[in-house]
C-alpha cells in the first residue's frame, strides 16, 4: 500500500533481453537470445539438457553477468529498496534456525522493519501450509517441505518476479504435487513466474506460455496450449514427442 504523497514504484517489469550471449571456458552457452518477459503469464523455459536453461534463468535475475548484448529491466531495484525480484533453486539454502526464523530473516535482509516481519512471515507460512512447522528446525524438514520453506521466504517479500530452477527436481509425486500448487498461488497473487524445468508433465499443469531452448538458441516461444498441440520447430516436436534431441 502506498501513502498518500507517494509514488507507487514503477513495475520492473517487462525484461528485455536484447541480442545476450554468454560464453564459458571456450563454449558459447547462451547464443544472442533475444526475449521480452511480461507481467502475467507464467512462463516455463524448455529444452534438452545443456541447452542452456539454468544458466539463462541465472542471466535473468542478475546472477551471471552476459559476455554479450543487453539485459534491462524496465525498472530497476534501487540500492536500499524492497526486494523485488527473487530465485530459488532445486537445493535451497536452509539456515540453523527455525522455519519462521528462516521466513524473518529472508526479510530482514531485504530491509523489513522488525515490527513488520512476524507479521508477514507467519502468514507466509500458513499459505504454503508450514504454518504447524513455524518452530521446527528448517533444516529436519523434508526436502519437499525445505522448498516449500524456500517458496514461502519468497512469498513474503511480495515479489514482483520470481525465477524457479528445477524446483521439484528429486521430490518425491506428492511433495511435486505440493510444490505445484504453491507456485500456481504465488502465480495467481500477481507474482510473474519464470521457470525452468525438464518435466514436460510439470510444464503442462503450470504453463501459461513455453520458451523453447536448444543450443542456447530460443528456437520457439508459444502459449502452453498451441506448443503442446504441435511444436512449430522440429527440435521442439521431438523433444515433445521423448526423442532424443542434441
Keep these: 500500500m502506498v501513502e498518500a504523497g507517494m509514488r507507487a514504484p514503477s513495475s520492473l517489469l517487462p525484461l528485455v533481453l536484447e541480442k545476450v550471449s ?3 571456458g571456450g563454449r558459447r552457452i547462451i547464443d544472442e537470445v533475444s526475449l521480452v518477459l511480461e507481467a502475467g503469464p507464467r512462463t516455463v523455459i524448455l529444452g534438452p539438457n545443456g541447452a542452456g536453461k539454468s544458466v539463462l534463468l541465472r542471466l535473468c535475475h542478475g546472477l551471471l553477468a552476459p559476455t554479450g548484448g543487453r539485459i534491462g529491466w524496465n525498472a530497476p531495484e534501487r540500492g536500499g529498496g524492497p526486494r523485488r525480484h527473487a530465485m530459488v533453486f532445486q ?9 519462521l ?4 530473516y529472508g526479510l530482514k535482509v531485504a530491509g523489513v522493519a522488525r515490527a513488520e516481519r512476524d507479521a508477514r512471515a507467519r502468514p507466509a507460512l500458513e499459505r504454503l501450509g508450514l504454518g504447524h512447522l513455524a518452530a521446527r528446525p528448517a533444516r529436519v524438514l523434508s526436502g519437499g517441505e525445505q522448498q516449500r520453506l524456500a517458496l514461502a521466504r519468497a512469498w513474503a517479500l511480495n515479489l514482483e518476479v520470481l525465477f524457479l530452477d528445477e524446483p521439484t527436481a528429486n521430490l518425491d509425486p506428492g511433495a511435486t504435487r505440493e510444490v505445484e500448487a504453491a507456485i500456481a498461488a504465488i502465480g495467481a497473487s500477481g507474482t510473474k513466474i519464470v521457470m525452468v524445468t525438464h518435466d514436460l508433465g510439470q510444464a503442462r499443469r503450470l504453463a501459461d506460455e513455453v520458451v523453447f ?8 516461444r508459444a502459449p502452453a496450449a498451441r506448443f503442446f498441440a504441435g511444436p512449430a520447430s522440429a527440435e521442439a516436436a521431438a523433444f515433445v514427442k521423448g526423442e532424443l534431441v542434441w
Design 213 to 220: 531452448l536448444h543450443a542456447g538458441r530460443v528456437v520457439e
Design 22 to 24: 554468454f560464453a564459458a
Design 91 to 99: 537445493r535451497p539454502v536452509m539456515l540453523r534456525r527455525s522455519a
Design 101 to 104: 526464523a528462516n521466513v524473518a
